[in-house]
């Protein structure tokens, strides 16, 4: 499990070494803006063993200055992919089968800028729309992720650390490395070996966690001299 974070390590350090020479944001007269971003992580479900898989999500977001210098409140609306890899172990080998699961997911952040950094930490909710199989190599390891229910709604606390650059007064340009961790289990049921039965899970538990970096534009409404 040490590659997402290394991938995370990675995109902020890229980050610094693009634009540790001009980072400085100018045009600072605003109280909201507007951006897009493109979502690269490494995806899994912390209460299964199983191995991470790649994922691509994408988000809008609002932001809007409170009336503490530097700080914010940032939110908005994305499309947040997670997946897992179910692994089979029999007679000393390795099956798998994938899955991934596509939610709506609403955040609600904290943020914090200086001249050279920003980072934000909040709590994001989820709803899944559905879900969608994968690579697929042994039908036991894929009854592993299709025999407990999943959970439609779950909670995460998420943060992120980047650096924003402009390119205009208006448009700014920024990469960010961020972690998203579910607070909620990702399914409803669970068998119980001790007691040989089924049961309700849970609602908190150990969930999915996704790592990774972003990219985006944010657009900047400028307040009128």
């Known amino acids: 499990m040490l590659k997402p974070f290394v991938f995370f390590f990675c995109t902020f350090m890229l980050c610094q070494n693009l634009f540790a020479?001009?980072?400085?944001?100018?045009y600072n007269n605003y109280k909201y803006k507007v951006g897009f971003k493109i979502i690269e992580e490494a995806?899994?479900?912390?209460?299964?063993?199983?191995?991470?898989l790649a994922v691509t999500?994408?988000?809008?977001?609002?932001?809007?200055?409170?009336?503490?210098p530097g700080f914010?409140?940032?939110?908005?609306?994305?499309?947040?992919?997670?997946?897992?890899?179910?692994?089979?172990?029999r007679d000393g080998k390795d099956y798998s089968a994938s899955f991934y699961y596509h939610n709506l997911a609403i955040p609600l952040c904290f943020r914090?800028?200086?001249k050279t950094i920003y980072a934000s930490v909040g709590a994001l909710a989820e709803v899944l729309v559905y879900r969608s199989r994968g690579e697929l190599n042994y039908y036991p390891a894929d009854s592993l992720g299709t025999i407990f229910p999943d959970r439609k709604f779950n909670l995460a606390l998420m943060a992120t650390i980047g650096i924003e650059k402009e390119i205009s007064k208006t448009l700014?340009?920024?990469?960010?490395?961020?972690?998203?961790?579910?607070v909620t289990s990702s399914k409803t049921r669970y068998y119980n070996s001790n007691k040989n039965i089924f049961g309700d899970k849970p609602f908190f538990g150990d969930g999915y966690v996704n790592a990774g970096g972003a990219v985006g534009i944010s657009y900047r409404f400028l307040r009128s001299k």
């Open 21 to 26: 020479q001009d980072t400085v944001v100018v």
């Open 43 to 52: 995806s899994w479900d912390d209460s299964w063993a199983g191995e991470y």
């Open 172 to 182: 700014t340009f920024f990469a960010e490395g961020r972690i998203v961790s579910d």
């Open 72 to 89: 914010g409140i940032e939110t908005g609306i994305g499309w947040l992919n997670k997946g897992n890899k179910y692994v089979y172990l």
């Open 112 to 114: 914090v800028d200086t």
């Open 57 to 68: 999500s994408f988000g809008f977001q609002l932001y809007k200055k409170i009336n503490v």
